[in-house]
């Protein structure tokens, strides 16, 4: 068995981790090699949760991470405990409410993108993985190094570092670097390259609509640089690129439209011989729709396998799509070859991360020096994108009576919508607070200042986020109702940043990229003055349309 490839980059296997692959590779049965390719998804903390992973010893789990953090680092252990192979315990680390709940909060990505200080971007990744490390987490989905363009995107939005390629590329190198310096494992995805298509993976096959030349101009390039910068792993997603198929194969049909999840020709040819990728491929998640609208779920787990995906992200019916592997081994529809390559993939990036040391986490979490540093760098993100009527800074006896109007703030992966913090912060200041309800009457003599406040980062398995004028006001005639000719008025994203294309007359608007408490209190502090604007935005926040910059 040839396990030179385990020695190359980004494995870089000495001696003693070489050794254990192989001893643990030849220990483990077929059925045990098979579990070994399944990472299912792990979001309780209970014994009958233990359990099933106790019995089917997969090769890692997925964490969803609950509040308690020494509650998680217990239940992490226990599963560590439990494995004949040690876990690889993963999650997506994106920063903002996609982080830690009990760590440091953190900027997201795109409020990194804005800050734009390679030396903030590689503290507050090393924070994360340092934090990370010591709850039992041992690799990341990410960087997302997906291409901002698409601005109708909710898939893309505030994950990614904007749609500058060489902005991209620069921050994401930096957190490769720290995260893997820490021994965390990074990922980059979505592989082949996401933004273009403004639909989401989640409930489509979704396409990058490049030419070959353009894509390796602009993704191949990116994907080029986390190779060069030994990422550990690469997502494929369920995202299809019809003109490399075409190239290869004219009369493709829709072959041309498979999601690269389950194309050979974009993970083995594209990616492993063309790029020279060594690392391990992972499959985004194996339930979404981009794939299980191409085919059913269980023959989707196999098709992953055999083209090139070396661990299946996510399973509802391990047991049966487990067994539906070993009968594809059985007929040859997946090649021994392909299978030990997998297997070898996934052993080997346990010993590349030093589990075969069996080193048990240890850290605390959300240090005072940490949280310091992150509120610190906070204010340097809000981006103020515009204030033709010179509004800023507030001044409490000119604004003294405020009228809020929000949908409040949208959290999927939490399930649920939240409200700002911002009013009450507002208040502490001496601002009288108004929530606007439909019916409300707005005029001068009722109010000296509107706000609006918009907290939609994000939003995976929603297809489209904009401004919806009629949830704000309530009916048909308040969604027409447009008050900054005769109240002073200001629009404040927290998340999506391109609200100025449904409101392009707005007179000043700022975004802030993230909806967490500490980035709430950054635009406060602006808002009063207390510390200077950002102006560099990392989108086109008018969306190509002119006249929103006036």
Not at 225 to 250: E, K, R
Not at 327 to 335: N, V, Y
Not at 367 to 378: F, G, H, K
Not at 524 to 530: A, K, P
């Amino acid at each position: 068995m040839d396990l030179t490839f385990l020695q190359e980059p980004p494995f870089n296997l000495d001696h003693e981790a070489l050794a254990w692959v192989e001893e643990t590779f030849a220990s483990l049965s077929e059925s045990e090699k098979i579990a070994q390719l399944f990472n299912p998804r792990s979001a309780e903390t209970t014994t009958t949760e233990a359990a099933r992973f106790a019995q089917m010893q997969p090769g890692g789990v997925t964490r969803t991470i609950g509040a308690d953090g020494a509650a998680e680092r217990a239940y992490l252990a226990q599963l560590q405990a439990q494995a004949k192979v040690p876990l690889l315990i993963s999650a997506d680390l994106e920063g903002s409410r996609m982080s830690l709940p009990f760590g440091t909060p953190v900027p997201n990505p795109l409020a990194l993108a804005a800050i734009d200080d390679l030396e903030v971007t590689d503290r507050i990744s090393r924070i994360m993985a340092r934090e990370a490390l010591a709850v039992g987490i041992n690799w990341s989905y990410t960087p997302v190094i997906d291409i901002n363009h698409a601005f109708r995107s909710a898939i893309v939005a505030t994950r990614g570092y904007g749609s500058d390629p060489d902005r991209i590329a620069r921050h994401a190198r930096t957190q490769v670097k720290a995260f893997q310096d820490a021994g965390l494992a990074a990922t980059a995805k979505h592989w082949p390259g996401e933004g273009y298509d403004d639909r989401d993976q989640h409930l489509m096959t979704t396409i990058n609509p490049l030419s070959v030349a353009d894509w390796h101009a602009n993704f191949g390039r990116l994907y080029r640089d986390m190779i060069d910068a030994g990422v550990m792993s690469v997502m494929s997603a369920h995202i299809a690129f019809p003109a490399y198929v075409l190239a290869q194969n004219p009369d493709a049909g829709v072959e041309a439209y498979r999601p690269a999840s389950i194309s050979g020709l974009l993970n083995q040819k594209l990616l492993r011989e063309e790029l020279g990728f060594n690392g391990l491929i992972v499959s985004d998640a194996s339930e979404m729709a981009g794939l299980t609208s191409w085919m059913p779920a269980v023959k989707a787990k196999v098709e992953l396998l055999i083209n090139g995906c070396d661990l299946v992200l996510f399973s509802s019916d391990p047991l049966a799509e487990m067994a539906s592997v070993a009968q594809a081994l059985t007929e040859g529809r997946l090649t021994q070859a392909r299978f030990t390559d997998a297997v070898l993939r996934v052993l080997g990036l346990k010993a590349a991360i030093g589990l075969h040391k069996g080193t048990a986490p240890q850290g605390d979490f959300a240090r005072a020096e940490d949280q310091t540093y992150a509120a610190r760098v906070l204010r340097r993100a809000p981006t103020l994108v515009k204030d033709t009527q010179d509004l800023l800074p507030l001044d409490v006896s000119r604004h003294r009576r405020v009228l809020i109007m929000t949908t409040g703030i949208v959290d999927v992966l939490q399930g649920g919508h939240f409200e700002f913090a911002l009013p009450q912060m507002l208040k502490a200041e001496g601002f009288e607070i108004t929530i606007y309800q439909p019916g409300h009457k707005v005029t001068p003599e009722h109010y000296d200042l509107i706000l609006y406040l918009f907290g939609e980062e994000t939003l995976l398995t929603r297809g489209r986020i904009f401004l919806d004028w009629a949830k704000l006001g309530g009916d048909l005639r308040a969604s027409m109702a447009r008050y900054w000719h005769s109240i002073p008025t200001a629009m404040i994203s927290f998340g999506y940043p391109y609200y100025l294309y449904d409101a392009p007359r707005v007179p000043t608007y700022i975004n802030a990229y993230a909806t967490m408490d500490g980035m709430q209190e950054a635009v406060v502090d602006l808002l009063m003055g207390r510390a200077d604007w950002n102006r560099n935005s990392p989108v086109d926040p008018f969306s190509g349309a002119p006249d929103g910059r006036y």
